[in-house]
């Protein structure tokens, strides 16, 4: 006799936990859940109390956790990770109608062999982004729902098949556009399992393993070309910390949409964001919004380049946070965990307050212009000359657009991640250590400081410790 909890949690897990549309492996037709539930309910009802005593590993276990893990061992689903051929995907409708879609041969094809490896795997299902989900008639609510539940899919997939149409070997598949991509940084993060085929559908390397995450050559690979730590790659679990690690390693990547670049990452940090698209770049301070106040890591403002239009202390994406704004002196990834900076800091009304160590530069030159990377804007070096002694700071240019000329007659730092004294009003500079600052400018009539764009993240780095008092900026 069938066992009532067995059913139940089995049952939960198609509906909570799986892709609502799945494709046979065997006659690659869509099915919705009802389908796979038909398949592996036999299998479900054969469960028994010893198999249930045999699944578990450890004292205490829990036994709903068990059956959970029973239930995942016999659902068995692959999922695709890709890039979209030249001419269009083929689309649920195209699936259903059965239609042969002749301009579309690169796709079909593409499925196929996919659907051939997931069978390999003993998948009797696959799913593909592009032929089980409805893009015809996709709500906001729709929307708000699925973009979690996608990083889940991945999760409990039995493996993530990728796809890369450029390569063949593992010298060249780091150079492939896949890495390149917003949304298969997830799909690279996500799932346990994952295996990397080159252009022919040959595995990139070593045959005889199913799982490159437990190739170490490979996973090697992949932390050099993606500045991911291998622990990650590995076995990546989402949450609020280490934000700007996690945005350096989203700053290269590109999606056809702007929005895409914010809501692919929702995922990653296990936060929410309402998701809405013709919003630009918005959606991303929509996203850091949500960061900066839970996080509460001071190095989020470690960023370079051109300003939101709309949050002055915030990039327009993720780009802002690339490695090539970074000096070699400077790594915020290995400070995240100290405790320094404004812990209060907040966002009133789109602003950011915060407390600032404020370093005023007396004498301050701008030198030659510089070429800047964007159209309508330009560069100047920064020469200051009036910092205090036994404080250096690094070669930077200020960013300046060609229709706002403004050249502020006063300039200051203001140190972000200074150390915390005994006076909650004072900060501290500490001996030998590089801190990052955020560059302000002032007219001689102006009582407030205006947020600066600079070409590289500002640091300084004194001799001596230095406590000095805090003052509160609202940019």
């Not at 500045?227 to 690690?245: F, M």
């Not at 350096?248 to 999606?255: F, I, L």
């Not at 964001?273 to 996080?295: A, K, N, Q, T």
């Not at 780095?461 to 003052?471: A, C, H, T």
Request: charged share 25%.
């Amino acid at each position: 006799m069938a066992i009532e909890e067995v059913c139940r949690i089995f049952q939960e897990y198609l509906r909570d936990n799986i892709p609502h549309r799945l494709i046979t492996t065997s006659k690659m037709q869509v099915v919705q859940q009802q389908g796979v539930e038909e398949l592996y309910m036999p299998s479900i009802k054969a469960v028994t109390e010893r198999d249930i005593e045999q699944h578990t590993f450890y004292p205490n276990q829990r036994r709903d956790e068990v059956i959970r893990n029973i239930v995942k061992g016999t659902v068995k689903y692959a999922v695709l990770s890709h890039r979209w051929c030249r001419e269009g995907e083929i689309t649920l409708q195209e699936m259903t109608s059965c239609c042969t879609a002749v301009e579309k041969s690169s796709s079909r094809n593409k499925l196929a062999a996919f659907c051939q490896r997931a069978a390999e795997y003993g998948c009797d299902f696959a799913w593909a982004d592009t032929c089980c989900i409805d893009r015809s008639n996709v709500s906001p609510e729709e929307l708000d729902k699925s973009m979690p539940q996608i990083f889940r899919w991945y999760r409990n997939a039995h493996v993530c098949i990728v796809h890369l149409a450029e390569s063949s070997t593992l010298d060249d598949f780091l150079r492939d556009s896949w890495f390149l991509q917003n949304w298969t940084l997830q799909e690279l993060l996500a799932p346990v399992r994952v295996k990397f085929y080159g252009r022919t559908w040959s595995p990139i390397h070593n045959i005889r393993i199913d799982n490159d995450k437990a190739d170490q050559r490979l996973l090697a690979a992949l932390s050099t070309g993606t500045g991911i730590p291998v622990k990650d790659i590995q076995c990546y679990w989402a949450g609020t910390e280490r934000v700007r690690e996690k945005l350096m390693w989203a700053s290269h990547r590109t999606s056809r949409k702007v929005e895409d670049g914010a809501y692919s990452l929702l995922a990653l940090f296990d936060v929410h964001v309402h998701v809405e698209y013709g919003i630009g770049d918005d959606s991303f301070g929509r996203l850091m919004e949500v960061l900066l106040p839970i996080s509460q890591e001071c190095d989020i403002l470690a960023w370079a380049g051109i300003a939101s239009t709309k949050y002055a202390f915030l990039p327009p994406s993720a780009q802002g946070y690339g490695t090539q704004y970074l000096d070699g002196s400077y790594n915020p990834s290995h400070e995240h965990y100290r405790l320094h900076g404004d812990q209060a800091m907040m966002i009133v009304d789109g602003r950011l307050r915060l407390k600032l160590l404020m370093v005023e530069l007396h004498e301050v030159t701008f030198g030659d212009q510089r070429t800047f990377l964007q159209d309508g804007y330009h560069a100047y070096a920064l020469l200051p000359k009036g910092l205090p002694p036994n404080v250096a700071m690094n070669h930077v240019s200020v960013i300046f657009s060609n229709n706002t000329p403004w050249r502020p007659s006063k300039l200051a730092l203001g140190v972000v991640d200074y150390g915390w004294t005994p006076d909650d009003k004072e900060g501290l500079l500490e001996k030998g250590r590089t801190h990052f600052c955020l560059l302000f400018g002032a007219d001689n009539t102006q009582t407030s400081w205006q947020k600066l764009m600079t070409d590289k993240v500002v640091t300084i780095k004194n001799k001596d410790n230095i406590r000095q008092r805090l003052e509160t900026i609202l940019m």
